[in-house]
């Protein structure tokens, strides 16, 4: 017997693809993205003294490959900001992992059987990202291999390459740790 066939992985893939990001995998990347602004040094303390500083980091985090994706393509930089209920989402998030009493939230989210799924989910999301910025960019740029796959790439993964303007909102700025000069 063929084991792939006994699998299923062709159906599985096809029910995969037709998953809908919202909420389950968008919560995931929101969670896993303000999780890795608040392990940044100094940002539980920003967090105490300007909630709207850290708010906006996060927003950088959990938006930040539509916000590039935007700049580079010419259009409205807060129009990822434009859906309330993404936004509204990520914020609940961010609340719930830098204001959640006893840090419940926090400490739940960073076990590691549960943060390894939440990260294979925000991968999930990544690769529909991608997707979409390669969608975006061939609707304006129909022969352009090359914008399409930068646009691909600045949507996937513009949280880490927005992450010295984020620095800069917080107060803090360090180029050395640009994601263009270290790749992670």
Known sequence: MDLFGMLYLDEL???L???SMFPYFDMAHYIVSVMALREQPGVLDVSRVSPLACWFSSMLYCFGGAVLSGIMLAEPPVAPLSNGTSVLLASTIWYLVFY???DVVYSCAALLPLRLVLSGMKEVTRTWKVLGGVTQARSKY???LLVMIAIG???GAGGGLISNFE???RGVWK???NELLKMS
């Open 13 to 15: 893939s096809h029910g």
């Open 17 to 19: 693809a037709n998953l």
């Open 100 to 102: 959640c009493p006893m």
């Open 142 to 144: 129909k022969d352009s």
């Open 153 to 155: 790439w600045a949507r």
């Open 167 to 169: 620095q800069l909102v």
């Open 175 to 177: 180029p050395e740790t």
